[in-house]
């Protein structure tokens, strides 16, 4: 079965730095997505994208948060200035056309980002 | 709001015995239904869906739920539990308001016992 990977695994960084993390979803899947997941929480939806653009986001998208299709293959999400309560678990999916119906949402193995 | 609310934070059963998960939703129209897995270090993998037409769905290895429109209930069933199934289980909705995107609950951690 295709898979969404995403690198790296973990992520560690300093407070108030940069992070990308990247994503390479299915070859020829259409819409993106970032979700995360604080330890012992919910998976949370940040963001979809599509057609090089944001279809929408959530309030956890603020202005630190930007997501980029920089190439044709990788999918990434950027936070600007990382605080402590970003730590978290964040999981890359894709899926070939919008909407559940006839679409299977494919989800990566995440990547844990921990922010000192 | 939708959502959906997992009850049970961790449920242990023997390696043989029958399993149930809980799920119940709140969604104004007809929900999308979803069960996932997500075992140690790895992603969310997809064990099976409902949309509409029979409300008893199959899933992969050997997992079935229910769906109860009028409990708002979409529970996890397995006849028999292996101790491999020992993961994380989350029920999900799909919400249409807007784009397209999953509500997850907070999880039911699964474990099996010899």
């Known amino acids: 079965e295709p898979e969404v990977t995403q690198t790296p695994s973990h992520q560690v960084t300093q407070m108030g730095q940069e992070v990308i993390l990247r994503c390479v979803p299915i070859?020829?899947?259409?819409?993106f997505y970032w979700y995360r997941q604080i330890l012992g929480q919910k998976v949370e939806f940040l963001v979809s994208f599509y057609n090089n653009e944001i279809s929408e986001k959530s309030e956890i998208f603020d202005d630190q948060f930007s997501v980029e299709r920089p190439d044709g293959s990788n999918f990434t999400l950027k936070i600007r200035s990382t605080k402590l309560e970003d730590s978290a678990m964040y999981f890359c999916?894709?899926?070939?056309?919008?909407?559940?119906?006839?679409?299977?949402?494919?989800f990566g193995s995440g990547t844990q980002l921990s922010v000192l | 709001a939708q959502s959906v609310t997992q009850p049970d934070i961790h449920i242990t059963v023997s390696e043989g015995a029958s399993l149930e998960l809980r799920c119940n939703y709140s969604?104004?129209?007809?929900?999308?239904l979803f069960w996932y897995v997500q075992s140690p270090g790895q992603g969310l993998q997809l064990l099976l869906k409902?949309?509409?037409?029979?409300?008893l769905v199959q899933g992969i290895k050997g997992f079935e739920a229910e769906f109860k429109r009028s409990q708002s209930s979409f529970n996890l069933r397995k006849p028999s539990v292996h101790w491999s199934d020992a993961a994380e289980y989350f029920c999900a909705v799909g919400d249409y308001t807007g784009g397209f995107k999953t509500i997850f609950g907070a999880g039911t951690r699964l474990f099996v016992k010899a």
């Open positions: 070859s020829n899947h259409l819409y």
């Open positions: 969604y104004g129209a007809t929900p999308y």
């Open positions: 409902y949309f509409s037409g029979d409300t």
């Open positions: 999916a894709s899926s070939r056309g919008q909407g559940a119906a006839n679409e299977k949402l494919f």
